[in-house]
Structure formats: structure tokens, C-alpha cells
């Protein structure tokens, strides 16, 4: 899988796409969570991979969790 670019909330993310197994998730704090499903959908799209996005609270952090399914 090619990188490609991701950024949320104006920081830029360099996921190895490829090292991006099923059933594993990445945590992304952000405030504008719908901004950050819409950047994360459309990433998962181009490199052609199924994933559930939430919006979720961990440890006082807001942000979104993406599971690769």
C-alpha cells in the first residue's frame, strides 16, 4: 500500500498502511471529530481497506479510534 498523505486537526500522520493488520486500532485526539471521520474515511477509501470509525473519549482525550475489519 502507498502512503498517503493524513492529516486531523492541522498535525500530519504517517501510518504505515501496510503494517495496518486486521483487528488492530489507531487512536486520533482531535476536537473536530467529524472533520477527522471524513479525513479518516476517505484515507481507508484510497488505500482500498474496510474500517469502523468512532468517536470516543479515552482517558480524558477526545478524539477518534479506527479498527482495521
Not at 502512503?3 to 486500532?25: C, M, N
Not at 489507531?26 to 467529524?34: S, Y
Amino acid at each position: 500500500m502507498k502512503p498517503l498523505p493524513l492529516q486531523i486537526a492541522a498535525v500530519d500522520y504517517d501510518v504505515q498502511w501496510g503494517k495496518f493488520r486486521k483487528g488492530t486500532s489507531l487512536f486520533f485526539p482531535c476536537l473536530d471529530r467529524k472533520a477527522a471521520v471524513k479525513a479518516l474515511k476517505r484515507v481507508a477509501a484510497k488505500q482500498k481497506i474496510q474500517v469502523v470509525i468512532r468517536e470516543v473519549i479515552e482517558e480524558g482525550i477526545r478524539g477518534v479510534r479506527m479498527w482495521r475489519v
